[in-house]
């Protein structure tokens, strides 16, 4: 008899569809989900639904009788999902620490939710050796964590040689205050004064979206700079194969697939330096790793970038050999099918 999972979190978020078609794909799971209706816009509503939530996953539960849920993020769905009454819980921690933002005054509350989900967890996934770190320092059970990225799709992320002779950089973020991207066009407005030729398309959508327009408009790089907003998952490997630099500047990550998915396609890759990204990227090596809001830092790095093409070279093709060898879709996600599966044989 097929197996049944329910999902907690936002069904719609790539990483979570990677981990759902997997298991359907692997492991013969059928997956159900049940997410937050309120948006983030409205934080208090949202705050008064996630406090009669248990009552209506444990309606779900009782009507369609999961085998197991599993969850994404310890402080918030992971959480609901040590409430279920599972007898088969997985969660995952999906930023370095889940304890975001710092200064948000449910942070103590964070932490105590976090630290419970993970006491009542029967397996922890940490995409990234960096996630570790965090659950170490706070004591968690460590036999009871998979390190382990979901991985991408090699078949459809594939590398292109690009020999251009000007940067034609690419970034795959969501357009959020996080994620830096008025540092990443005041280096190229640098990059611009200094009369050196580039592209830089943008992908995604978020708040920041005009915001970010009207900038590249007052550095008068509007011409240089593509908003392409939301596109289909599908079009995004002709993107980056249409690029040679890879931009990533955000403040705090866990384990980055859009930083695979460029490295696949031999995109050069420059990103912040911090520990979620400095598990994959060493300095100049196979990439390059820039402080955070340092402009000219950044300028200077990409301008350094282009100049090196042997070292660039050097560089995608490690690259894709460790994505091959560390991040394949199809490994990692038959192993994460087949220990979900070990878990629900021994806790029946």
């Given amino acids: 008899m097929k197996r049944k999972i329910l999902f907690l979190g936002e069904s719609y978020r790539a990483d979570a569809i990677t981990w759902m078609k997997g298991l359907k794909e692997f492991g013969d799971f059928e997956i159900i989900t049940w997410e937050l209706q309120t948006s983030n816009n409205y934080r208090f ?78 397996l922890i996934h940490a995409w990234g050796s960096a996630m570790t770190i965090h659950m170490k320092e706070i004591g968690v059970d460590m036999n009871k964590v998979l390190v382990l990225p979901k991985g991408i799709n090699l078949s459809l992320f594939t590398p292109l040689t690009n020999n251009s002779n000007k940067i034609e950089a690419i970034v795959t973020r969501s357009l959020q205050p996080e994620y830096r991207h008025d540092s990443i066009l005041q280096a190229f407005y640098i990059l611009n004064q200094r ?48 690029a040679n630099i890879y931009i990533s500047m955000p403040i705090t ?41 340092d402009i000219e830092m950044l300028a200077e790095e990409l301008i350094w970038s282009f100049e090196n093409p042997e070292l660039r070279n050097e560089a995608i093709i490690r690259n894709r050999k460790f994505v091959e060898e560390n991040a394949n879709y199809y490994i990692n996600m038959n192993i994460i099918a087949e220990k979900y599966h070990e878990l629900l044989d021994i806790l029946k």
């Avoid at 590249?216 to 993107?239: C, D, H, S, W, Y």
């Avoid at 384990?255 to 994959?280: H, K, R, T, Y």
């Avoid at 990227?281 to 990439?287: D, L, T, V």
């Fill in 45 to 122: 509503k949202r705050i008064i639904e996630y406090l009669f939530s248990p009552l209506s996953i444990r309606k779900i539960i009782k009507k369609e009788k999961p085998d197991m849920v599993i969850a994404e993020r310890t402080t918030s769905y992971g959480f609901l999902a040590t409430l279920s009454g599972s007898k088969t819980i997985a969660v995952a921690q999906q930023g370095r620490t889940d304890l975001w933002p710092e200064d948000s005054a449910l942070y103590p509350f964070k932490k105590f939710i976090q630290k419970y989900a993970f006491k009542k967890a029967h």
């Fill in 195 to 242: 009369a050196i030729d580039f592209s830089l398309t943008i992908v995604g959508d978020g708040n920041r979206l005009e915001y970010l327009k009207d900038l590249a408009k007052k550095m008068q790089i509007e011409n240089k700079v593509i908003f392409t907003g939301r596109i289909p998952n599908t079009e995004l490997p002709k993107l980056l194969q249409q």
């Fill in 253 to 293: 990550e866990g384990v980055s697939a859009s930083l695979f998915e460029a490295m696949a396609c031999n995109c050069f890759p420059v990103v912040s330096d911090i520990p979620g990204n400095q598990s994959w990227i060493k300095h100049r090596e196979n990439g390059q790793l820039i402080t955070i809001d």
